[in-house]
């Protein structure tokens, strides 16, 4: 769990680093702009996508504060985060991701995070 919840706090500082750098790429020219990306065919709507990538992290980010209602395990968050069942083989990479965004929040005041008895934390929206 603490390798995990180390891995996760670095996701959430690389979730907050990563908005400037975005921010940046509009100055690029929005009519001739080529996308080559790592992975996928280039592509052109640099900016299009940018605001889908944008509007899509919002979107989870509403959800997820939606569902914090009352105190919540990182693994509780799940169903606000993803379309699918999470099983064995993701729950990694899960944990981490939704942790991601749970101390994301967290690091903005937006919620709150308790440390329960058993020692996980838990999290809810700012009374």
Request: aromatic share 6%; charged share 30%.
């Amino acid at each position: 769990v603490e390798m995990c919840e180390r891995f996760a706090g670095r996701q959430a500082q690389q979730l907050a680093v990563d908005r400037p750098p975005v921010q940046r790429l509009e100055d690029i020219d929005r009519a001739t702009g080529l996308v080559l990306p790592a992975h996928n065919l280039p592509f052109r709507g640099l900016h299009a996508r940018l605001d889908a990538l944008i509007g899509g992290h919002e979107q989870s980010l509403e959800k997820l504060r939606a569902a914090l209602d009352e105190p919540r395990r990182a693994i509780d968050v799940f169903e606000a985060l993803y379309r699918r069942p999470i099983d064995g083989e993701l729950l990694g990479l899960a944990t981490g991701e939704a942790l991601a965004h749970l101390n994301y929040l967290w690091a903005r005041g937006q919620i709150v995070r308790e440390r329960a008895a058993d020692g996980v934390d838990r999290y809810r929206t700012v009374q």
